[in-house]
């Protein structure tokens, strides 16, 4: 409970102070999880283009209508595949046709088809997409296998650059969390000295002594939290709403789950970093209380 009070009563005794770090902080817990609502959004968006991506495999001409419908089903059952669709001849021209209505009247007059019949193969992930169409290569009555390996390899590139990007910034603001929370310490406890030697006079133990300035950080944190939680929901807003603009036809991650996952993850990671600094900050103001001891006893 004394603790708590002189907690408290430093608080309202620096109001400037107290409110200016607790913005920086509140910044820079906004800052780490807007970056981090952003990544969810970047590989949610990723995600979706993944599953337009398939990969087609061309059949032997001639093949009969059993022999089809038993390679889709086989296909259909593998673990790797979400779905499978046969395209015939006749379909495969008329999407061309759709596709390029310059040459609708050429395709109209060709008298033989030359579209392969093919079976579309959308994967789960593209991670295992080589393999997968290594193993429909190998199957009966396929003649040769397609996809855009380039389109493939940009996405796995893409996903590898998100993850690098937010490890990054999760360590940078985990170093920034420590150090702002070690400097104010650091300032609460060379601007404490005269008063810590009051507060033992009055018969404070050296523990709550000790234990003063990590319950400052600790509600320094808790005002931080309060600012950051309020603020960080417009934010996430701003992000998908960015997102629908770019990319009109991805359907964004519910504004729900973002928040939930980026404020955990934030205030998460800023409490571990709060407890590392209340450590480093007993220490110090162990040490300093030692060395106002001894020159206490040197001047006795």
Known sequence: MFTLK????????????TLLVSILI?????????????????RHTIAEIERTHSINAYLLRGL?????????????????????????????LKKLEIQYPQFASVFRDLTRNPIPPLIRVYPISVQGIAALAAELRSLAGVQTVEY????????????????????????LAGFLFVAGFCLMAFSIINGKRKET?????VGASNLQVLLSTPAHLVAVWALASVLFAVVLPSVIRYST?????????VTPEPAGVVYAGAASVVLLASLACLLLACVI????????????????TLLE
């Open 241 to 249: 709403t960015r997102l629908k603009a770019s990319f009109s036809w």
């Open 64 to 92: 009969d209508q059993t022999s089809i419908q038993t390679l889709l089903e086989q296909m259909q059952k593998d673990e790797a595949v979400a779905r499978a669709e046969y395209v015939s001849p006749a379909d495969g």
């Open 281 to 296: 900050a007993t220490l110090l103001a162990y040490r300093i209380d030692e060395e106002q001891r001894r020159e206490e």
């Open 197 to 201: 030697a009051v507060l033992s006079v």
């Open 6 to 17: 002189q907690t408290l009563r430093d608080l309202v005794r620096h109001p400037i102070r």
């Open 148 to 171: 855009d390996e380039g389109s493939v390899q940009g996405m796995a590139n893409a996903n590898v650059f998100v993850h690098s990007l937010l490890l990054y910034v999760l360590v």
């Open 26 to 42: 509140a910044v820079l817990m906004v800052a780490s999880a807007g970056i981090y609502a952003m990544s969810i959004d970047v």
